[in-house]
């Protein structure tokens, strides 16, 4: 291959990408080689390919499969209170303009407030249990869905309504009919920052409060001071972030084709 | 200047002009591209050259490589054939010598109208009081005295683009370089902006090289007028302008513009007309849009 | 017609309205706390009244105590976030100007963006120590990967002609980052160090909720194991409301002197 050729798949989006991959592989590899070597202190830095062999011990030992349905489960609930409240909510907003006019920018507020924080008030309310975890992951879903909601029933084209009254339907057809329909694709994006706000939320406080799957477990390997366990596992843990965060990505381009 | 159609080519060469007061010169330069469709050549062994204080305008349809050469000659691209010298000076990159004005939006909607003249004097590292100053001069030349310190978002399109000519002004080049500024204006505020731009090259024999698709504006403003080929871009053409200076934009009512413009948009309209029915062409047979 | 006055005269009446309809819900709701509390439905102190919120709030800020863990709460967050920031402007910076290098790489930072930054605690830890340094780590981590996508996406958004200006002008690289890339992509910036402040906020306070002796975060964890309800919502007030504050000062700061064409 001429000097150009390869210049030029070095610089294609296939090529570039194998070769960031291989370079982060490779910066493993150094890293492997100076803990081995000493130059790193493996008691804070286990071995790479320790943590490797890790990730098939604990999905075995700690039961992984288990505590990633336990932590999927807190993710379904705290997504079904979030789609029904927060578009709920959304729609309420949207048909009183006072309310709208009154309360947006508080919902705004509330998107940028570290919501998360109170987690040792809903640990006083719920207990140490799975709907502690559930009603933090809603409570810091909950403002993109609703600012989104809105957004996208504030956005309906002017002319799509007028087709509306020209045919004479009530104000729920109008919302069945046009307005919720115009306003899926924004309804959509704003569940889909939701559900990460939940799920980014709801891991979270599984290692904070020492409950629940996949959090909890980093919590205990940590505690347990298993290194390798350690690494391994928050190396999972960012495996189903990254599988999670992609697939909400491809479904989102799915719906809305060509934005 | 003498023109002999080169019979092998079809092209149009120049001959060496005796007196060899080239200050900007431009060498058998080609330009290709890979593209889906295959290679493509954009600029195919162009040369002609500009003396000190000439203006001198390149016309051509769309589609011509008049932008690629203004890339070139502006040193932004690099990787062509031939040779582009300024002053004898070979063109690797941007020269301090040459000039740009764009056809885009390109003033500083962060800077007031003063800061963006003053923007090369800045990089230069003139003084803040020295380079307001001088950059006042340059605003008065462009006639926005007075606007010195609105925002380009304040300003209409064709004031936007007095910024943007004063600013490059402003860097003093040796060759003014210009693609297409006006395009986006009105006809009326074209002819009124040629006019002051006339001007201001006449009292600072600033040697121009502009590129345009503007018949009016390349005689109005011209001493020579290079017309381009379409795809792939050659001169097909040289028309010297002899219309008096000083020339403001009366002239376009005279004969002598006229005739000028006719003979012009005689080689022009064919090169317009193949890059239509190369277009239509790519519908109908499926490729892609130019 | 004097359609002018008619418009002005209806958004002053709204205006009005929307405040009346505001000073309702806030009434309300904390009428219908108060009842709650005093009802005793919820068992009392998860509800405490008002006024016991009240008082604990004016203890909190009256006590020197408070200010020397806010100090350093503050402290930290500010630390991470200058240190995040500048790492994170940089990458993006470079990652927005090299198409090569944000095919490569670009990918793995917007990956791991949304990953719940917590979990790396223990490692913080590991690495850093159990004071400062960990939450300061803590914060670096998590506002890293909003500010370098940001400013990534911010630099590739940036007219293309004015950077051939900036070029045509033969200006040095340092003189194209900081007068014209950085004036030019300020806005996407500001809103992902708004972005990058939020995550930092959280991820140094919930690293002080897990293992400190000082700073916000300990103070609620505090509150929490001594069953001090009002004290609790002292803080989470107090913090909530600085927090928005602090947004809202950095938004101001985006908006105000940038003219878009």
Known sequence: MSGARIRGWIKSRVGARLIGAASALALIGLVELAIRAGMINRFIVPLPSEILTAIPRIIVEENVLHRFWQTMQEMLWASLLLAGVGILLGAVLHRFRIMRLACETWVGALAAAPIVLMYPLFLVIFGRSATTIVMIGFAAGLAPVILKTLEGLAGTRRVLLDVGRSFKLTSWQQFWKILLPAALPSVFVGLKLGLIFAMINIVGVEFLINFGGLGQLINELAERYDLPGTYGAICFVILTSVVFFATAERLERFLRPGE | MMVEPSRLSGAATEVIDSRDSRLLDVDRVSKRFVTSEGPITAVDDVSFSIAPGEFVSIIGPSGCGKSTLFNIVGGLVGDYEGRVTVAGDTIRGTHPAIGMVFQEESTFPWRTVVENVAFPLEIAGMSKQDRIERAEHFVAMVGLRGFERRYPAELSGGMRQRVALARTLASEPRILLMDEPFAALDEQTRLLLGDRVLQIQQTLKQTTLLITHNLTEAVQLSDRVLVMTYRPGRVKRVVDIHLPHPRDSEVVSSDAFGHYVAEIWHDLREEASRGIRDDESRVLEGRPRR | ?261
Request: net charge positive; proline share 3%; with cysteine.
């Open chain 3, 1 to 261: 017609m004097n359609h002018g006055a008619d418009t002005i005269a209806a958004g002053a009446a709204t205006g009005r309205r929307v405040t009346f309809v505001r000073v309702v819900i806030i009434t309300l709701v904390l009428g219908g706390w108060e009842a709650l509390s005093l009802s005793g439905w919820l068992f009392r102190d998860v509800v405490p009244s008002l006024t016991a919120i009240a008082r604990a709030i004016g203890r909190l800020l009256a006590n020197a105590d408070f200010y020397s863990n806010l100090g350093i709460t503050v402290g930290e967050i500010g630390v991470g976030l200058l240190i995040g920031g500048i790492c994170g402007l940089a990458t993006g910076i470079l990652l927005g100007a090299n198409r090569f290098l944000s095919r490569a790489y670009e990918s793995l930072i917007y990956y791991l963006g949304p990953t719940p930054k917590i979990i790396f605690f223990p490692v913080m830890i590991m690495w850093f120590g159990v004071g400062s340094g960990s939450k300061i780590a803590m914060g670096v981590v998590s506002c890293f990967f909003p500010i370098a996508i940001s400013a990534a996406s911010g630099m590739r958004q940036i007219d293309r002609v004015l950077i051939l200006v900036g070029r045509s002008f033969r200006a040095t690289t340092w003189q194209m980052v900081s007068k014209i890339y950085l004036p030019a992509m300020r806005e996407p910036v500001v809103n992902g160090v708004r972005l990058g402040l939020g995550v930092a906020i959280i991820g140094t306070l919930l690293a002080e909720t897990k293992l400190s002796n000082r700073g916000m975060g300990y103070l609620i964890i505090q509150a929490y194991s001594t069953f001090d309800m009002p004290r609790m919502y002292a803080l989470l007030i107090v913090l909530f409301v600085l927090s928005i504050g602090a947004n809202a000062v950095i938004g101001r700061f985006g908006g105000a002197g940038m003219r878009k064409a």
